[in-house]
């Protein structure tokens, strides 16, 4: 079980649009719609924005938005604000009751 | 609305066995269905999910950590434990227990997590 594939750090200026990617492989991501992403800024808890791919929870901005393509998955952050500088992490089921992580992108709002 | 709370040792010995616990509120551990977890953050590191217990006390755990990882439920008590054998210094990180939703698999309620540091 290897973490899915992110990269280490992406950046762009408010009301910007930037995406993030979340490459697995055909047993994790390829093979399960079930694909959610977390916001982390530091010291606290981790924020549910996407699930299933794409769902947003109540209350999460409609400026997040994810999708996936074969075995990649995506988070767009759209109308970037500076209160959306964070570590990102997406995480995939990879069957039996497993999941597995990325390995993290460190979000800059320039 | 559910609540979890993680507790235990800050500070735990090089090849000793690191102990915490996460005291579920608002909600049983027993309930049918109900998955929980086990995920850890080292310093300057990414999460890595640590492995899950089902409400019937069957575990789910990382091939990197299998051999070392016991997750356990106390349905008298309402909550559920991590135990993780032989540490060293990489197992230092914040712990945190987090309900992963069984059918949509993402992690809805997280504990504030818990830092846990191993010395030599």
């Known amino acids: 079980q290897s973490a899915l594939t992110q990269p280490a750090s992406v950046s762009g200026s408010p009301g910007q649009s930037i995406t993030i990617s979340c490459t697995g492989t055909s047993s994790d991501v390829g093979s399960y719609n079930l694909v959610s992403w977390y916001q982390l800024h530091p010291g606290k808890t981790p924020k549910v924005l996407i699930f299933e791919i794409r769902k947003r929870p109540s209350g999460v901005s409609n400026r997040f938005s994810g999708s996936k393509s074969g075995n990649t998955a995506s988070l767009t952050i759209s109308g970037l604000q500076a209160e959306d500088e964070a570590d990102y992490y997406c995480c995939s089921y990879a069957g039996s009751s497993t999941v597995v992580f990325g390995g993290g992108t460190k979000l800059t709002v320039l | 609305q559910l609540q979890l709370q993680e507790s235990g040792p800050g500070l735990v010995k090089a090849s000793e066995t690191l102990t915490l616990t996460c005291t579920v509120s608002?909600?049983?551990?027993?309930?049918?269905?109900?998955?929980w977890g086990w995920i850890r953050q080292p310093p300057g590191k990414g999460l890595e999910w640590i492995g899950n217990?089902?409400?019937?006390?069957?575990?789910y755990s990382n091939p990197s950590l299998n051999s070392r990882v016991t997750i356990s439920v106390d349905t008298s008590k309402n909550h559920f434990s991590l135990r993780l054998s032989s540490v060293t210094a990489a197992d230092s990180a914040v712990y945190y227990c987090a309900r992963p939703q069984s059918s949509s698999w993402v992690f809805d309620y997280w504990g504030q997590g818990t830092l846990v540091t191993v010395s030599s």
């Open positions: 608002g909600g049983s551990v027993s309930t049918y269905s109900y998955y």
């Open positions: 217990i089902l409400y019937s006390g069957t575990t």
